[in-house]
């Protein structure tokens, strides 16, 4: 039976070089450099999870900034409604989800999924003025 085998040799050096064996119990010595396809098998999922997490990471830190900038005074009483209506959203995608899987199956989510992120963006182009003015920042 034959099996992959990844490790990380730190033999030379600690350069921590990236190679495999293609049987078990094969010596550590007669590794052969990883081929650009198992690389590309290591490095995908990671690379995808990074590439897709990416435009999320700031995204609270900014709506709260929009938010503050356009509420003035009542930047306290905004910020907290942001915190109730974001709580909110998350549980009803999660019943809307539920519903549509339940009753439509998984063809009903993209159609779904298409409508709200048109409003969203509907939404998000008709708030630039006010949430993200151009010029100094208060």
């Not at 007669?30 to 999870?49: H, N, Q, T, Y």
């Not at 539920?98 to 998984?106: E, K, N, T």
Request: contains cysteine; proline residues 5%.
């Amino acid at each position: 039976m034959s099996r992959t085998s990844v490790s990380i040799d730190t033999e030379m050096g600690g350069c921590g070089m990236l190679s495999y064996s293609k049987r078990v119990g094969q010596s550590r010595g007669d590794s052969k450099p990883l081929p650009v396809e198992a690389l590309l098998k290591l490095a995908l999922p990671g690379f995808l999870r990074v590439a897709t997490e990416m435009p999320f990471r700031g995204a609270a830190t900014q709506l709260q900034t929009a938010l503050a900038n356009a509420a003035g005074q009542g930047a306290d009483i905004a910020l907290f409604i942001n915190v109730v209506v974001w709580n909110a959203a998350i549980a009803g995608g999660s019943i809307l989800g539920g519903v549509l899987l339940d009753y439509g199956g998984a063809v009903a989510l993209p159609p779904a999924v298409l409508f709200l992120a048109i409003i969203a963006f509907s939404i998000a182009h008709a708030a630039r003025t006010n949430g993200f003015p151009s010029g100094h920042r208060r």
